[in-house]
């Protein structure tokens, strides 16, 4: 410390120079940091997702989820293993420690279940692993209006979609809802039967009329060049043409042309009478829902929901696609209404600016309190260097090491603004009491800061000896609060640094001169004189001041159980959402549409409503399905995000949602509030057996017991 002192006073410009670029570098480093919510929370698990179309919950499950759990039984470090069956999805979850290679056993899971032999009809299982800040969307949209479905689906593939993915910092983005063009082929039976035309048959000319092969190669300029046979339909008058068979020929065999099209009619069939699809069965267009239903405030709509890529900047992608949407609503016209319906960058917003609001407000407070105690500006202004120095410093390390502005590190920078002052104060105090007692300028500033250099050590090093073990807790904890305790540590190393070599030049340069001409120690302010009353009177009175310290500190801990507690406080959005189910069996899409709707009539008439949005997810292996299913859901069931009025009591209205949406007949409901990130106070119970009537049964005992615990939503 001594010896950085020395070399500070020595090379004053240079400490000075080296000064003004931390600043700049830290200020250039703060505007670069990525702006999250919580530090990037990659967990250790890994999905695999495998679809059956058609099949049903419990024939997926024998069928797809359990080989697909026996293959994944012997993957090294591996902790667990769920899994999710319902009707035409089947979703395994295996979860590692933290720390793991989760690069290595992805591809151990890759290639295990690609040798798992699984039904006919199931799609080949997709491997992924799930990032919390990419497994959610940071924007969510609803694209509505009286130009129509078909109109908002056209508009929303066809120009917002590409728009909004060539944002940077944009992985995908997902459409849930519109209408999707269909050829139904809907088989007369008597016709059929008349004709004597099967089923196969009718599948196999179909398959076959639609191929592309090849045929083969031609000789050309510049060697040789491959040809393919290409069979589209591409209207359905074509497809009623097509020929089924015939009338009075032997039973058709597989045209020459097809290898493995079973029923697709041979030639030799043309020389008795010839049966057209036409014939035997109708073809028309319809309009179906294309990736699941979409609703806002009621009507038919499409949700578009846009996902982040692996560090890319929260607040910069949420402000892209704002940008992508003013520039649309002007083409849109009154045909149709974008909204907004989650925007992940509020929370963020709110955080940052109230922590970088409250960071400030302490400095400023540190400054003026240091000013009102030496009464003076320059020695005030002295101190205030440690503050934005040591901050900064910390951010740049902070950037260095890829960490991100969120609500811990701002919390460590907080915190550390009330103690990285300390080191200044007391090396610019000595410094001050040693110019009062007439000593001359050079050595007052040198034996100042050196009689309490190893005060200022160790004290900074104890101070970081309580946050400093953080770093190395494993798991979640681990993760999210080992930036907060590099922030503080950061900050503190910055300010002992700041102490020993900046400010004894400044004190040197500015402040000692003057000091020196304000004579003995009697020019001492009022607060110091009022601090001298009261450290004489403490002394005098010891039982009674260690009495009342102690009297202070109980009452400190009785007020602890009064205050609330959570993970992460929940943000300001005024939103909630309502997952709505059968209360048996797996639902339709027609049923729970119909369950949907009898809780959107009920939401509509809550008070301070802005918008309510309904998503039932297709059943697919996007991500809406994916996260239904975890949900228990199903692919089939809904989630309605309701968001209220900026001025609604949230608290009062979702209480009043859960108390009529139980009315829902032959529904399950679930009300609850979108805060904290997605964190909640929430305690998931797993009920496991070998019968599913039984567990089932169980489910439902404990369930009635739990709704019996006061304070149970």
């Known amino acids: ?55 049903d919950a419990v024939d997926v499950a024998e069928g797809v989820t359990k080989p697909v759990e026996s293959a994944l039984a012997s993957v090294a470090g591996l902790r667990s293993v769920q899994s999710t069956s319902t009707d035409g999805l089947s979703i395994v979850a295996t979860q590692f420690d933290f720390g793991h290679d989760m690069r290595a056993a992805e591809q151990d899971i890759a290639r295990l279940v690609a040798n798992v032999r699984l039904p006919q009809g199931a799609t080949a299982p997709q491997v992924s692993r799930i990032d919390l800040n990419q497994a959610l969307p940071i924007v969510q949209l609803s694209l509505s209006g009286p130009a129509g479905l078909e109109e908002a689906d056209r508009v929303a593939r066809q120009e917002l979609l590409p728009k909004l993915k060539a944002i940077d910092g944009v992985q995908s ?99 008795a009478q010839l049966v057209r699809l036409r014939d035997v069965a109708s073809a028309r267009v319809v309009s179906v829902p294309s990736g699941g239903i979409s609703r806002t405030n009621g009507e038919p709509g499409i949700a578009i929901a846009v996902f982040k890529s692996q560090g890319a900047n929260t607040v910069s992608v949420a402000d892209g696609v704002r940008e992508v949407i003013e520039a649309s609503r002007g083409s849109l016209g009154d045909r149709l209404r974008i909204s907004t319906i989650l925007d992940g960058s509020v929370p963020v917003r709110e955080s940052i600016t109230g922590l970088s609001r409250e960071g400030s407000i302490g400095a400023v407070a540190a400054v003026l309190v240091v000013w009102a105690f030496l009464m003076s500006v320059r020695s005030a202004l002295v101190v205030g260097v440690s503050i934005p120095l040591s901050v900064l410093a910390a951010l740049l390390l902070l950037w260095g090491q890829g960490f991100t502005l969120n609500i811990l590190t701002l919390g460590g920078l907080t915190i550390a603004v009330g103690r990285v002052v300390d080191d200044s104060i007391v090396v610019l105090e000595n410094i001050f009491r040693h110019v009062r007692e007439g000593d001359d300028l050079e050595h007052s500033v040198r034996a100042g800061t050196r009689e309490v250099s190893t005060a200022i050590l160790g004290s900074t090093l104890t101070t970081i000896a ?55 120690a009697e020019g001492r302010g009022p607060l110091q004189r009022a601090y001298g009353r009261a450290l004489s009177w403490s002394l005098r009175h010891r039982l009674a001041a260690l009495g009342g310290a102690a009297l202070l500190f109980a009452a400190s801990l009785a007020l602890v159980p009064l205050i609330p507690t959570s993970f992460i406080p929940e943000s300001s959005q005024k939103q909630f959402f309502v997952a709505v189910a059968p209360a048996t069996g797996a639902p339709t899409p027609e049923r729970a549409l119909e369950l949907a709707q009898a809780a959107e009539r009920i939401i509509a008439e809550l008070p301070s409503v802005r918008l309510h949005t309904t998503t039932i997810a297709g059943g697919g292996s996007n991500l809406f399905s994916v996260g239904s299913a975890l949900q228990g859901q199903g692919t089939g069931g809904a989630t309605i995000i309701v968001v209220l009025e900026p001025s609604a009591d949230l608290a009062a209205v979702t209480q009043l949602a859960r108390e009529r949406l139980r009315d829902v007949p032959g529904a399950t409901t679930r009300v609850q509030s979108m805060g904290g990130g997605g964190f909640s106070s929430q305690l998931q119970l797993s009920l496991r057996g070998e019968d599913a009537d039984k567990v089932r049964e169980a489910g439902e005992r404990a369930l009635a017991e739990i709704q019996r615990i006061p304070g149970v939503q």
Request: net charge positive; no cysteine; proline share 9%.
């Open 1 to 55: 410390m001594t010896i950085l002192t020395d070399l500070a006073l020595r090379r004053p410009a240079v400490t000075l120079l080296l000064a003004v670029a931390l600043l700049l570098g830290g200020g250039a480093a703060a505007l670069q940091l990525n702006q999250e919510l919580t530090p990037d929370l990659s967990f250790p698990f890994i999905t695999v997702v495998t679809l059956q179309p058609g099949a």
């Open 466 to 520: 309580v946050f400093l073990p953080l770093t190395f807790t494993g798991g979640v904890v681990g993760v999210l609060f080992r930036p907060f305790a590099l922030t503080v540590t950061y900050a503190l190393l910055a300010s002992l640094v700041v102490a020993a070599a900046v400010v004894p030049v400044i004190a040197r340069a500015f402040v000692a001169r003057q000091l020196g001409r304000g004579g003995s």
């Open 173 to 271: 983005a997902e459409v849930t809802g519109g209408l999707a063009r269909r050829i139904d082929v809907v088989l007369d039976p008597s016709r059929m039967r008349q004709a004597g035309i099967g089923v196969q048959q009718v599948t196999g000319a179909l398959l076959a009329s639609n191929v592309s092969i090849p045929a083969g190669s031609l000789p050309g300029p510049d060697g040789l060049i491959s040809v393919r046979v290409i069979g589209q339909l591409t209207a359905v008058e074509q497809i009623g043409d097509l020929v089924v068979g015939a009338r009075g020929a032997a039973p058709a065999t597989p045209a020459p042309g097809g290898p493995g099209v079973p029923g697709a009619p041979s030639p030799a069939a043309g020389t």
